[in-house]
């Protein structure tokens, strides 16, 4: 058994234990004693649909080498400065990249939908316990936490480094099984009863980190669990 399989069962057992005391402050000690947390190494993205990604980066702020965009804006959206920045960049540096392709790329990585439904496919292996369930939510969209965007030349090389804030909850499966809802497919909770909702024990957020070399075609993507 390596060390982090290891690590991944004694956080379950305690998260089974703390659940069974109803201690929920021990829940949250126990996600951010788990280090191994700070750093989850996440799957290559699983959507490239561009044309959704813009119409959700179009809707949302972010933060894009230390500029805010404005949302719905076409001058100082987010869409418009990294279409600028994209074309600067390659541009400027004499990159023998395609401007688009790298706009692509980094729109569809800051999709909140897609860091989510990806970290929540690696995190629901880790994050459980036989009487706890993790779920996704929309808290950090909801507080309107922008994405991050760092784009730069290094080595005659154009890298970017993108993070997205998500957010997830713990339920007690006790609720589940009352028939108070349901965790469909997507890691959502669903067919919940209006005069009973099923209540969200433990919330918190997670930054979904890529570190992007465009010219290499390199790729590191990883998860941070806030609690």
Partial sequence: MSKVTNMRL???EELAKS???GDFKKIQQCL???TFLS???LDPISSVQVKNAERKANSECAVINGVSTVAESSFYGTLRLLQDLSVQLCQMHHLNLDPSAVYENIVC???RTVASADAYSKLKRIIKASNLSLIRTEDAAMRNVPSTVDMFESGGQLHANV????????????ELL????????HGFLVNQRKSEPIEVWVKFDVVVMEKMNFSTGEYLRFATVLC
């Fill in 39 to 41: 750093a989850v190494r």
């Fill in 178 to 185: 009352y028939g108070k809802g349901d965790i469909n497919q």
């Fill in 19 to 21: 659940t069974k005391m």
């Fill in 163 to 174: 993070s997205t804030t998500v957010s997830f909850g713990l339920v007690r499966n006790a």
């Fill in 10 to 12: 004694v956080l379950q």
């Fill in 32 to 34: 951010r004693q788990a």
């Fill in 109 to 111: 990585r800051i999709s």
